[in-house]
């Protein structure tokens, strides 16, 4: 039944809605004026400009982005006019992302919660990290003006000072660690004038991202209380997010309440800072403190979870005291069992983008086509085992030979892409699960341990040469 819900998905030429295209061709334009520089648009790149803001014309937003479009054409470019044409572009992505998240809602039949903030105001007093948040607002203001083709090694590295001093402010580092891997992106692909190929839209996504982040009390401002729920978390797999200074491992579960009320699809993350040596199987090193989700994980095994605090956003704030390991839980058998009817979490208003979408999903009865995409039996889904981690022994090969799969339904590059997290497969004639968290406490692979061993070795010295550092 699910292949013939995803095949009508799939099947589907306008997912995004009516008005998708002239959507896209709107971000286009204006992204295309980021990649030569607001500084100098040409005649083409400043009606792209005032296009995006024409778009609004009939909102509350429509006056100041008209205001700030003509100021950025004309040259008057302030930090208020980026803020507001980032406010702008972010907005057009979000119904974007709105229209598909409807669309597979209604393929699947599922059902996503109302986002309702329970967020407070601005915090009081001084900014953290000191003059930190002005030194970002300056350089996206910078790269803006210059454009990516206009990106060399002296503009990159004028953020290294700041995103040190965001490092060091706890409440700011969803923010630091944004910044590192966009500076890491365009000092990689220096000198950027002479590029061929530029990743466009997701660097206009990182700028637009970091520009609404680095506004004041967005970071910084007092959340509101947080809901506590109690019940059994059944695990469908885990996503991990790697970069140079810092691994998230991002848990998707099905939440079943203590008190009878309805399923929901939950995440849960914790996240360790790493250097970029330590990388493979060496990154469940990291989080270690985190026994009972690593046992879970590894097991395969649901939770039990007792007054967790739980955002609106249906992201569980992980705490081990609360938790405890608990009975067998096959991830096929709880994505079979559990997702029809399990109610999707509402979405904040800054995480509305296409490119954000993950939905979990079981697919089975399918086909696997020469180059690994599934057929469904009417439709064809690509496979992105690009996005498959490296510190578990999911492989491209095991999801190739696999006849059931649980996974992340994506939106990328204007199709539907799915990302495993856990498949059904024979191996020697004998039907395995294979999960991307299966080594969460350790390679069970002999040639995988052994290489483990020895990045363990390193991480074991680092961890003894910070604390010498800390004692001095």
């Known amino acids: 039944m699910l292949a013939v819900q995803l095949a009508a998905l799939l ?75 980032a406010g702008g572009r972010i907005a057009l992505s979000g119904a974007m992302h709105d229209a598909l998240l409807t669309s597979l809602d209604t393929a699947l039949g599922r059902e996503h919660a109302e986002w309702t903030s329970t967020s407070g105001g601005p915090a009081s007093g001084a900014q953290p990290a000191g003059n930190a948040i002005e030194g970002v607002r300056s350089w996206l203001r910078e790269l803006a003006i210059t454009g990516w083709r206009g990106v060399d090694h002296d503009l990159v590295s004028a953020a290294d000072q700041v995103i040190e001093a965001l490092l060091g402010a706890p409440a700011l580092r969803r923010l630091a660690v944004l910044l590192d891997g966009f500076a890491a992106e365009l000092r990689a692909s220096c000198p950027i004038g002479s590029a061929e190929h530029l990743p466009v839209r997701r660097w206009a996504d990182l700028w637009t991202r970091a520009v609404l982040l680095s506004q004041d009390g967005v970071l910084t401002g007092e959340p509101g209380p947080a809901a506590t729920v109690s019940g059994r978390l059944l695990v469908l797999g885990v996503d991990v997010h790697e970069h140079g200074t810092a691994v998230q491992f991002q848990v998707h579960a099905v939440l079943e309440p203590a008190d009878g009320g309805r399923s929901r699809l939950v995440r849960t993350s914790v996240t360790v800072a790493k250097v970029d040596t330590i990388v493979g199987p060496a990154l469940w090193k990291l989080p270690q403190r985190h026994k009972v989700l690593l046992a879970a994980l590894a097991d395969r095994r649901c939770i039990e979870i007792a007054d967790v605090p739980l955002l609106d956003s249906g992201d ?37 983008a296409p490119v954000r979408i993950a939905e979990p999903v079981l697919v089975e009865g399918y086909k696997v086509t020469g180059d690994g995409s599934f057929d469904l039996g009417g439709a064809v889904i690509v496979v992105d085992t690009e996005r498959l981690p490296d510190c578990g022994p999911l492989t491209p090969k095991l999801v190739a030979a696999s006849s059931a799969c649980v996974g992340l339904l994506r939106w990328d590059g204007g199709r539907w892409t799915l990302q495993p997290l856990a498949v059904q497969a024979k191996v020697k004639r004998e039907t395995v699960v294979v999960a991307t968290g299966d080594w969460a406490l350790g390679p069970t692979d002999p040639k995988a341990a052994k290489a483990e061993a020895k990045a363990a070795d390193a991480v074991a010295v680092l961890r003894e040469r910070a604390g010498r550092l800390l004692r001095r």
Do not use: N, Y
Request: overall charge negative; aromatic content about 4%.
């Open 11 to 85: 099947g589907d030429s306008d997912a995004a809605g009516e008005g998708a295209g002239e959507a896209l061709a709107l971000l286009d334009g204006f992204d295309d004026a980021l990649v030569h520089g607001l500084a100098r648009l040409a005649d083409e790149r400043a009606g792209a400009v005032t296009a995006l803001a024409a778009a609004f014309a009939a909102t509350p937003l429509g006056a100041r982005l008209a205001e700030a479009a003509d100021a950025v054409v004309s040259g008057s470019i302030t930090q208020e006019h980026l803020t507001i044409l």
């Open 316 to 352: 569980l704030v992980w705490d081990d005291d609360r938790a405890f390991v608990s009975k067998p839980a096959d991830p096929l058998a709880t994505a079979r069992l559990c997702l029809p009817g399990a109610l999707g979490p509402a979405v904040p208003p800054l995480d509305r």
